[in-house]
């Protein structure tokens, strides 16, 4: 009788069943998200000062901007109804996640590494080959990104307890913070100088290092269920319409503000480091730049990358508080005060000069990033059904990229190369204008109620103590 006790107690229960998880637990799972968060900063953050290296055109920047939205419009959507419907024996999500990572290493040990491969490929007349080998390591290493970006994000709502959601929700957005501050900081410290390195090359090995570490905690301490019966075939585009078609009204009114900011932060992620190395340093990346003109330009990157930390730090600190602010004022009054600190910090562009001023810009801005990458994912893992919410997921992710497309072509080609050739102070300021617009569409968004019907999480929150509704099926 005791054995048979001693043997129960031991019976495992699925994560997601449990009344709680501990704090660290929730830590571990929801680790993996540093890694797609290091990519979407080192990439945006080293893409103009590559680029101008290398003396790549301003169109095959622009196809490079557009293929990494495509990759992000296809890919994420796709993955999350395959990764929904998977019965693979590792869970529904480890798999695609360690496929991602593989992919990661080869591109970011390419980026790293093309100035060498070209001088060694082809001595004689190096860039042609340099260029296309930081083609190909873009390619490979944005389409890693958007493999591992949806199921690192689902496998933390997969196995979290309903009442903790929340919490989780912003955590992941502190974990994309974290990895952030790290790199920042030693890219603001030009920790590089103590290495044979570039800086460049220091940034991405450390990244590496820094995602490998990540999603092989995620994927040790997370314990998928595995899906035993095998679903119906499945038809990726005709799952996500259908999933477009039964929106909870809650997605369907965040996803809009959210699609917006989108918009008004991706001239900013991409664009910073370039007009702190160009316009507050006065210098130049270029291949026929003086080296006094490169060295004022590498030092604006390097202040770029201390005022990124801030930003990140503001995410951080921002991803614990907003947990807590959300219970207490509601989503949209918390999207509706992030938007504005974006709003303020983007628009200030066109008047600042001081690099130190920067440093509190870049807070606010990352407050108002911070709140978009936390409070629509929390509306979307708590009133979507279960069964669709990768695809959800992908749908939001979808969002995201059109909203960087909208940017890159509306503001960046069309304005960048026309009237304001080599002014990324004007492309970030105007920006600002986009986020007043998301500013004043985040006074739709709606506070999720009650649960529809047993198979969806909800949140209810209209009172002070935040009430959460039970996880009846799965």
């Not at 190909?136 to 196995?159: F, K, M």
């Not at 929106?247 to 959210?258: A, C, D, E």
């Not at 069964?387 to 997921?393: C, D, I, R, S």
Request: charged residues 10%; glycine residues 8%.
């Amino acid at each position: 009788m005791i054995a048979t006790d001693s043997l129960l107690e031991k019976e495992w229960v699925p994560l997601h069943l449990r009344d709680r998880l501990s704090f660290i637990h929730i830590l571990g799972i929801a680790c993996g998200n540093l890694a797609p968060g290091l990519l979407w900063m080192i990439l945006p953050t080293l893409f103009e000062p590559q680029t101008q290296q290398l003396n790549v055109k301003s169109w095959v920047q622009i196809v490079l901007l557009f293929y990494g939205s495509f990759s992000g419009f296809s890919i994420c959507p796709i993955l999350g109804v395959y990764s929904d419907n998977s019965t693979c024996r590792w869970g529904r999500r480890r798999v695609f996640i360690v496929w991602g990572l593989v992919l990661m290493i080869i591109g970011l040990i390419m980026m790293t590494y093309c100035s060498q491969i070209g001088a060694f490929l082809s001595p004689n007349n190096p860039l042609p080959v340099q260029q296309t080998f930081y083609y190909l390591s873009y390619v490979i290493a944005v389409a890693a990104g958007n493999i591992v970006n949806e199921p690192v994000r689902a496998i933390c709502t997969d196995v979290t307890p309903m009442c903790q959601q929340n919490l989780m929700s912003n955590i992941c957005s502190a974990f994309m913070s974290i990895g952030g501050i790290l790199v920042n900081l030693i890219g603001g410290f030009k920790w590089y100088q103590y290495t044979s390195l570039g800086q460049v090359q220091f940034i991405l090995i450390v990244s590496l290092v820094l995602c490998v570490l990540s999603i092989v905690i995620t994927c040790v301490v997370t314990k998928e269920e595995v899906l035993h019966e095998k679903p119906p075939k499945v038809h990726p585009f005709r799952e996500i319409w259908s999933a477009i078609k039964t929106m909870p009204k809650p997605f369907q009114r965040t996803i809009i503000s959210y699609y917006i900011a989108q918009v008004a932060y991706y001239q900013f992620s991409f664009q910073f480091s370039n007009f702190m190395g160009k316009d507050i340093f006065n210098g130049n990346n270029s291949i026929d730049a003086t080296p006094e003109e490169q060295e004022r330009y590498i030092d604006g990157v390097s202040w770029s990358m201390m005022c990124g930390a801030v930003r990140y730090a503001a995410q951080l600190i921002w991803g614990f508080v907003n947990t807590k602010v959300s219970e207490i004022i509601g989503f949209k009054a918390t999207t509706i005060f992030g938007y504005v600190l974006m709003t303020i910090g983007l628009l200030l562009f066109y008047w600042v000069n001081n690099k130190y001023v920067y440093l509190p810009i870049a807070f606010i801005v990352g407050i108002g990033y911070g709140t978009a990458m936390s409070v629509p994912y929390a509306i979307v893992s708590l009133c979507t059904p279960l069964k669709e919410f990768g695809a959800n997921l992908g749908i939001l992710f979808m969002a995201t990229v059109i909203g960087e497309q909208t940017s890159n072509l509306g503001i960046g080609m069309a304005l960048g190369n026309t009237i304001w050739v080599g002014k990324p102070r004007y492309l970030i300021g105007l920006s600002g204008v986009v986020g007043a617009i998301a500013a004043i569409s985040a006074f739709w968004v709606q506070q999720p109620s009650t649960p529809i019907s047993d198979n969806y999480l909800s949140f209810a929150s209209n009172t002070a103590e935040n009430s959460l509704a039970s996880r009846t099926s799965i």
